[in-house]
């Protein structure tokens, strides 16, 4: 029987400022999203137990991908000025695309992300620069159907 699980070679991860696509970061290592809901617990007298409530509070992950050429420094620096400024000069889209052992397709895209800290990693002699993205949104992804 064949697996019938999604696989991280299943997935395609792009970034895109004012919806061009950013060339320059391709060679994505990792990709991770949590969708933040805060649950809270009250306690009410005369009622036996408590009840629960649910808030949505947006969504944040991590990017990791290897340098492949200088374009990668200019797009850092222009999140690290649009930060400075604290003006969103242009904005950023993180588009996440499933491919499902069915055939098919679904892409969650996280638009106007906010940034982090992004270390830049260099291990080794022989190893690649690595750099990761810390971003976040306020709201939740849109959810396509492809």
Same mark, same amino acid.
């Given at each position: 029987m @064949?697996? !019938?699980h999604l696989a991280g070679q299943d997935t395609k991860v792009s970034i895109s400022t004012d919806n061009d696509e950013v060339e320059s970061i391709t060679d994505i290592n990792s990709?991770? +999203?949590t969708f933040h809901i805060e649950r809270t617990q009250e306690a009410y007298q005369g009622r036996p137990g408590v009840s629960h409530d649910e808030f949505a509070m947006g969504c944040? /992950?991590?990017? *990791?991908f290897n340098a492949k050429n200088p374009q990668v !420094?200019?797009?850092?620096?222009?999140?690290? #000025? =649009? +930060? #400075? *400024? =604290?003006?969103?000069?242009?904005?950023?889209?993180?588009?996440?695309?499933?491919?499902? @052992?069915?055939g098919s397709v679904r892409l969650l895209?996280? =638009?106007? *992300? +906010?940034?982090g800290n992004i270390p830049i990693s260099s291990q080794g002699k022989t190893s690649h620069v690595g750099f990761t993205?810390?971003? *976040?949104? /306020? /709201?939740? @992804? #849109?959810n396509i159907t492809a």
């Open positions: @064949p697996d !019938l990709f991770d +999203a944040s /992950g991590n990017i *990791a !420094l200019d797009f850092v620096m222009k999140l690290y #000025e =649009r +930060a #400075e *400024a =604290r003006v969103n000069s242009f904005k950023v889209n993180i588009m996440s695309t499933f491919f499902f @052992p069915d895209i996280f =638009r106007d *992300a +906010a940034f993205l810390d971003w *976040a949104i /306020g /709201g939740k @992804p #849109e």
